[in-house]
């Protein structure tokens, strides 16, 4: 090995302190913490890590420069494959992509990709640089939908290649779930997700938001009426599903993505801001992804008492070790093997409880996961002034309902080849959309994909 | 930005604009609402589309002042601009898939309460273009809360205006006028009430004895008015509904009033602390 130093740990926001606040938890690395931990990594001639980047970041490449302390050139190499660097590095389930195959990793622990492309990310911002290399300008134009990790890499692509590209967005502010969804103590809003975006404004790209498609305007008009040639669909999966039991309806039942938007889209938190949210003393959680760890770190913050309620055991929590991990740390209660059968109400129809049954893990299933079963009689009741429902969400069926000849699947997702061509020539899909909740670097991966397409498709036309 | 291109006071607490919106302006149907931000710190505030004109570009909203938000809208000026203008939003109603065949063989009735006027209007305007005979009620607290009178006198057949305290019209409740009606035997294919919760509750105990079909639009809380948060749902014949995209048109037959009632509320001691300064540790009133 090229050196036997352990990886470089990362200071972090004493846990007691951060709980008061929402500004980020990691710091990160300085630059001599950086270069030191890229000293670590062995620049595999053939590296493991590369292939399981849903972009293939050229990895050993952009790690080398920090060793030698060309930051600049790092960002270089950064930049030609991902436009949100400073997003990835710090939200990406790392543990389970690159770092995951890094070969460190089988004896020890991996390099800290992850840390390290967040710290060149940060460092090209803070020195003002930007990547605007384009192709001029083709004289064909490309419509994006959503401003997501998806849209977002898709228009950077298309920008790089010429086209003239415009990405419509139905809410206020563009980012997507990194805006409206993952809160500011993880991926700050102003200094991370706004600079990002403006790299992709500074290609060339313009983003309309308030823009509904399929309201406000429709595939077809953009395409017959405003002329673009071709269109992407990166709209995610934003619907929040319920799980249908008694009490689901009583006042302070919240879906998560209700929670996280009221608190990071319109800055509840802040009271600087109009929004109101409403958290009471304390707050049952139901899920165990990102996004239950996320609602429970944000209502912790907000002062109440949080406990998570999963089905599963802690072995099968979706989440990310790392916010498991934070949100224990932050004093945030788990409780597994447990099921809400009813949500129970007071007089006044405010939530005052969740009824609960105690699960087991019964045989695996085709899918080699054990499933929980309840185990009978073993109802309990779990006191609570809030419960939020992250039970997961699914695609917005409004551009499929208003676009004739674009199929769907039976989970309202847009049906896609590999390339990201749906049944409608000339209208490419990606991202959530197209594969359901998943993550932000796999929906960028997607987005760069179907650009690709896209450039070939319209060379041929 | 979405600029104010026209703007008059209806009652001193009711302001009607005209916002140029060109691209909602030209897809914008009856039934149908938006949502605006007055600055970047504001809340997104749901607003019927109460008339577009798809040639000036410019769609038109009717804001009751109620509380902090609702109070910065009015208090805008010609020339403003809101921030965001985003929509169309929700179901157009119904009866805009009908042919003009149909349509002019029915007859409807409207029950607006108070501002709820506004929403009626582009309705009523619709029907009467496609040759439906329509009726209106208008219900306010007083003569100077009546508003749209003139512009609906010349769209529908019968208009009807009644008051609570009896200074203006008849005096009395909307409910009262709408079965003084049907008692006498006006016989119509289609009611719609549009008004606070609680005169679309009443509005549908009163019609249900005749057999009245009837539709209401709900005004639930809404953040997003997309589908993605779940805020406005509501139980329309048990099913849970997310009255921003399956609505804001009900059946009124279906709908749980008294849920969609405690729901609106939610937020009230919240939103009452004058300035909502403080959120963290907000306890709640009962
Ligand atoms: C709370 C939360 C935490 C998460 N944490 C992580 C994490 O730590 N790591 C990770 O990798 N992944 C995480 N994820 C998942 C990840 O964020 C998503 O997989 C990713 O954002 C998907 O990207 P996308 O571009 O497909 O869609 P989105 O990010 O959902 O963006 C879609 C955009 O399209 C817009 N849109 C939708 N419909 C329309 C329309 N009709 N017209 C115009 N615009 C429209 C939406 O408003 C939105 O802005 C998390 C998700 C959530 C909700
Ligand atoms: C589909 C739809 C269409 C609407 N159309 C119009 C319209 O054309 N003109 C108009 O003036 N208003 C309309 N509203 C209501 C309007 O959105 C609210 O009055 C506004 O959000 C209140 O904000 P505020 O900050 O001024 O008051 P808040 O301070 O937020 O609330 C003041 C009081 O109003 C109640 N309230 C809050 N939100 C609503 C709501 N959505 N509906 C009813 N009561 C509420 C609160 O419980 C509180 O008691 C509509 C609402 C919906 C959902
Ligand atoms: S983008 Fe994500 S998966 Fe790829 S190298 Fe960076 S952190 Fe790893
Ligand atoms: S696998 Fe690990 S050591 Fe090898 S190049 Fe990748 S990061 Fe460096
Ligand atoms: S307002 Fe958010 S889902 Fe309807």
Known sequence: MRNKIPRVPVREQDPKERVKNFSEVCFGYNEEEAMLEASRCLGCKNPACVKDCPVNIQIPQFIYQVELGNFEEAARILFTDSSLPAVCGRVCPQESQCEGKCILGVKGEPVAIGKLERFVADWSREKGIKFTDRKPLNGKSVAVIGSGPAGIACATDLAKMGYDVTIFEALHEPGGVLQYGIPEFRLPKEDVVKAEIDNVRSLGVKIETNVVVGRTVTIDSLMDDEGFSAIFIGSGAGLPKFMGIPGENLNAVVSANEFLTRSNLMRAYDPEYETPIYVGKRVAVVGGGNVAMDAARTAQRLGAQVTVVYRRTEKELPARVEEVHHAKEEGIVFRMLTNPVEVLGDEKGWVRGLTCIKMELGEPDASGRRSPVPIPDSNFDIETDVVIMSLGTSPNPLIATTTPGLQTNRWDCLVADESGATTRPGVFAGGDVVTGAATVILAMGAGRKAAEAIDIYLQSK | ?286
């Open chain 2, 1 to 286: 930005m979405y600029k104010i291109v026209r703007k008059k006071f209806l009652t001193p607490l009711i302001a009607l604009m005209d916002v140029d919106a060109p691209r909602m302006a030209r897809s914008a149907k009856p039934g149908q609402f938006l949502i605006v931000r007055v600055h970047d710190k504001g809340e997104r505030i749901p607003l019927t589309v109460c008339d577009f004109d798809s040639e000036k570009g410019t769609v038109t909203i009717v804001t009751q002042v109620v509380g902090a938000s609702s109070r910065r809208i009015c208090n805008m000026d010609e020339g403003d601009s809101f921030v965001d203008f985003a929509g169309p939003l929700g179901q157009p109603s119904e009866f805009i898939h009908m042919s003009r065949e149909e349509l002019s063989a029915k007859r409807f009735i409207f029950i607006a309460g108070g501002l709820g006027t506004a929403p009626v209007y582009p309705q009523v305007k619709f029907l009467h273009s496609m040759g439906a005979k329509v009726d209106v009620i208008i219900g306010a607290k007083s003569k100077d809360m009546v508003i749209f009178e003139q512009e609906m006198r010349s769209i529908c057949d019968n208009l009807y205006i009644c008051t609570d305290d009896g200074s203006y019209g008849k005096k009395g409740l909307v409910t009262e006028m709408l079965k003084e009606l049907l008692d006498r035997g006006e016989r119509y294919d289609q009611a719609v009430a549009i008004g606070p919760m609680i005169m679309m509750k009443f509005v549908t105990l009163t019609a249900k004895p005749y057999n009245l079909p009837l539709i209401v639009s709900l005004n639930t809380l809404m953040v997003d008015g997309t589908g993605m948060c779940g805020a406005c749902r509501v139980s329309v014949g048990s099913k849970t509904k997310f009255a921003c995209v399956d609505g804001p048109e009900f059946d009124a037959y279906l709908v749980d009033f008294e849920e969609a009632m405690r729901r609106q509320g939610m937020y009230k001691n919240i939103e009452q602390q004058a300035d909502h300064k403080c959120k963290i540790g907000i306890e709640r009133q009962q």
